[in-house]
């Protein structure tokens, strides 16, 4: 699955939170653990399985720290799995474009993270720092996220992580990996 494709299911799974609707009417959806959702693609025989959350707080700031309202796209955090292969992969999508050349701040606890951007998207720069992220998801109890946009607005969004350790072990179970 691409990213956009991800990306347009999982905005299946956002409007479905807010409205119930959405999320019944979609096949791939899989399981759900408490703050996060499961989905796998195709249902059937998924070569690609994910959890997802959305931010159970979002804060956005100018350079001076007042708050600004700005208008976002949908704000998700991912694990995916993929048939065949070991090991997660962390993403994170802020709803806007990031600033050029910028990364992406990850506290989970006292661990720190670091992120890189490309366009709507961040990831951790190898599968190592992937392990070590998704280990410290397993034992935290919130992840927080900041960037700065294109734009030069400060976000800051806090996803729940109630559900995570059941959700990615269902995600690479469902896939097999």
């Known amino acids: 699955m691409t990213s956009w494709a991800k990306f347009g299911l999982a905005a299946a799974l956002v409007a479905g939170v807010s409205t119930g609707a959405v999320a019944q009417e979609t096949t791939n959806k899989v399981d759900e653990q408490t703050h996060w959702n499961v989905f796998a693609e195709p249902p059937q025989t998924p070569n690609e399985c994910f959890g997802v959350a959305i931010p159970k ?22 694990v995916t799995f993929n048939r065949g292969k070991s090991g997660g992969v962390v993403s ?22 670091e992120l890189f951007t490309d366009g709507e998207w961040a990831w951790p720069a190898t ?48 896939c097999g990996a």
Do not use: W
């Open 92 to 113: 994170f999508t802020g709803g806007y474009p990031f600033a050029p050349n910028s990364f992406v701040s990850m506290e989970i606890g006292d661990n720190k993270f």
């Open 127 to 174: 599968p190592a720092d992937d392990s070590k992220i998704i280990a410290a998801m397993k034992r935290g109890a919130e992840a927080t996220l900041t960037a700065r946009s294109s734009r030069g607005t400060i976000t800051k969004d806090t996803f729940s992580l109630l559900g995570f350790t059941a959700a990615s072990e269902s995600a690479a179970n469902y």
């Open 57 to 78: 707080e979002t804060v956005n700031t100018d350079e001076n720290g007042r708050i600004k309202a700005v208008r976002r796209g949908d704000i998700m955090l991912f």
